[in-house]
């Protein structure tokens, strides 16, 4: 079996050029890099992973933290960043987290076990001290490794499009309290009064894990609407259900649209127009700003991505 001895005998190089060459690390002339690679493949010399990962100080593993109650964010985002990691060579450990306070005591769990990186999904970390953690959509708003959905562009375009079919009685429902709720009401609220629309706050609702209770409160109001913009799909197929039950038809009596264009989103009946979650390109950025923790370079802050209007049969023309 070939050693990294013979490869460099064979190259013409230092052992220590050929140990840069198989770590993928920079500095190395391109003269050099491809006598090493001619030689490794040669020899067919395979470096030892365990001594390659102590002398890098890696463990390739990366900390995958998501919510277990959100399965369009489980289904959606794991399979995209296993292919991700995998392509990089990397190993994902996953960890679920609720609350802050259960996200905060994961990314501890996930350091102890020596992850190169940590990724996480939603939630708020952004009181968390760390270089390692990579957030996507999450209230750590200000962190330069922060990725970022734009919902406040999404929720205004949302409205517009209700707005543009006629549409002047919108209903808004949201998560709960987190950043993202907050951009939601102001995407909505900034969309209404550019089009001289009255803001009812008895149409703006949260969910706070009930997205049930949120949809009958609306229905219980007693003010009117004809359209409901939500966050979630899995919150479009409640309310769905619900208008069913009260003898309201989708979109005939009540329009719907979502934030998110889940797999969910055409498999519903009818199937439902989103503001498209742009979630391939967030984890290609994620993969962008995991490279550079890892080679230790200075992230630069990126804009928070806009989705797409993908229009199904869920909302109908009122004009």
Known sequence: ?????????????SKATVSRVMSGSRGVKAESREAVLRAA???????NAAAQSLANQRSDYIGVILSSSDAGQVSTYLPLLAKSLKAKGKHMLVQFAETSEEQRRS???????????????GGNVSNVDNDKVIAIDSGA???????????RFAAESACRFLSSKGHTSIAIVVDDENPASQQVIEGYKTCLQNSAIPINRQLIVSANGNSEQ??????????????????????????MNLL??????????????SLEDSQLASQLNPPLTCISYPSEQLVEMAMEQLDSCLDGRVVDAKRPVTGKLVTRESVTNRI
């Not at 069913?244 to 649209?257: H, Y």
């Open 41 to 47: 493949e040669e020899l067919n010399y395979r470096p």
């Open 107 to 121: 990314i501890e769990e996930l350091n102890q076990r020596h992850c190169d990186a940590i990724i996480t999904l």
């Open 214 to 239: 949120a949809i009958m409160s609306l229905l219980n109001s007693y003010s009117p609407f004809t359209a409901i913009v939500v966050m979630r799909d899995s919150q479009a197929a409640t309310a």
């Open 244 to 257: 069913r039950n009260f003898n309201l038809s989708t979109p005939n009596e009540v329009s719907l649209i």
């Open 1 to 13: 079996m070939a050693t990294i001895t013979d490869v460099s005998l064979l190259a013409n190089v």
């Open 141 to 151: 708003n200000t962190s330069e490794q922060a990725i970022g959905y734009d919902y």
